[in-house]
């Protein structure tokens, strides 16, 4: 009987070990999980903050921009146009580098959510 009772005995402890193994495992993914979406709601965040006021401050620098062309060119809507074409012109470089800035943006971001944790 003392091999079926040390038997029972190891499985019992085999039992509470991949318990515990399973309980341990379900936390880390949790921590895992509130890490990543911490980081992204972070991301997001400064994100649109900080785009906000950039986004701002090109708006006044395009019209102080058109108004200073406006006045050299003796034409204010030529001002107007010219920085509108500029606005174009670096909108369709952005557009055919594309892939360039997609691939940029998945290095940066793509070491942050797959990084090994020691």
């Known amino acids: 009987m ?3 009772d040390s038997l029972g005995e190891t499985a019992d ?5 991949g318990e515990k193994f399973l309980k341990t495992s379900h936390q880390y993914f949790k921590l895992k999980v509130f890490q990543q979406i911490t980081f ?25 921009g058109a108004i200073a062309l406006g006045n050299a060119l ?21 557009y055919v580098n594309r892939s360039f800035i997609n691939k940029i943006v998945l290095e940066k971001l793509g070491s942050k959510f797959f990084s090994e944790d020691n």
Not at 13 to 17: E, G, I, P, S
Not at 74 to 94: A, K, P, Q, R
């Open 40 to 64: 992204s709601i972070s991301l997001i965040t400064k994100l649109i903050a900080i785009g906000s006021f950039v986004f701002i401050g090109f708006i006044f620098g395009a019209v102080a």
């Open 13 to 17: 402890k085999a039992t509470d070990t």
């Open 74 to 94: 003796e034409s204010m809507s030529l001002g107007y146009l010219l920085v509108g074409l500029i606005f174009i012109l670096i909108g369709v470089i952005i």
């Open 2 to 4: 003392s091999v079926f």
